[in-house]
């Protein structure tokens, strides 16, 4: 016969380690719980929801429009921007706020410019319609570096078609085809913790290049930028977890760490007055 006497302080000392382990885990799970909701309550979140409205009701029913754009064989005396809409605007030969920038010893031409376009469907182009003498053979072909509608709007979390057309190449295309790019313009508002909004445009895009003919012959091509506004807003807000809701989650963490610790506990503690009781069993 094998007295017990001497089992029992070692599956006291094994429970007490099991139980130590268990704290350590439970201590470490919290922590880890802890610090990922800190980090979600640290850091902001951008919230964005739809709603029919003009956002930018002191634009005065304007849009600034900003474009760059490379005719690398194209004179920059033959280039002009033209701009038309349904409220009656025909302005050819836009010169206000652009720059002309030759390029290939003078052979192209790199046109930047800033202008504002009503709040109503219409178009603007870039043609040779302004120049006093026509060539005869004009070489649209083109490269679109920027076209981007109202404030730059540059957030980390917020990737929208704010110049979707930036790097449209038209190099291999027909020289002598017009373009067309139809546009729908989409308002944006951006909100940031402070309240402060901020106005910008996403657009998306379709397009079509052809050569267009009418009676008397071919029409001059043209760089065409169709463009209707769209009656839906996007807005994007910063939100910041509420603190009552961080309270909220830490003490739920805390108390589920807790509750489900002690169910554990009991578990293994009746597992292991079980398995002492047959081991004394074994013993006798």
Known sequence: MISGGSCQPQLFCVSVKIACHFSVCCCLFILFLFLSELT???????????????????SGGKIEVNLNISLPNL????????????????????????????LNNGDGCRFEGHFSINKVPGNFHVSTHSATAQPQNPDMTH??????????????NVHGAFNALEGA?????????????ILKIVPTVYEDMSGKQRYSYQYTVA??????????????????????????????????QPLYRFITSICAIIGGTFTVAGILDSCIFTASEAWKKIQLGKMQ
């Not at 190449?169 to 790019?181: F, G, Q, R, T, V």
């Not at 397009?207 to 463009?227: D, L, Q």
């Open 143 to 156: 490269i679109i570096h920027k076209l981007s509608f109202g404030d730059k709007l540059q957030v980390q």
């Open 207 to 240: 397009n079509k290049e052809y050569v267009a003919y009418s009676h008397t012959g071919r029409i001059i091509p043209a760089i065409w930028f169709r463009y209707d506004l769209s009656p839906i807003t996007v807005k994007y807000t910063e939100r910041r």
């Open 75 to 102: 004179h920059c005396e033959l280039v002009g921007l033209d701009i038309q809409d349904e409220m009656g605007r025909h302005e050819v030969g836009h010169i206000d706020n652009s720059m002309k920038i030759p």
């Open 40 to 58: 979600g309550f640290i850091a902001t979140e951008i919230v964005n929801e739809l709603y029919v409205d003009d956002p930018d009701k002191d």
């Open 169 to 181: 190449d038209k190099l291999s295309s027909n020289p002598l085809a017009s373009h067309d790019y």
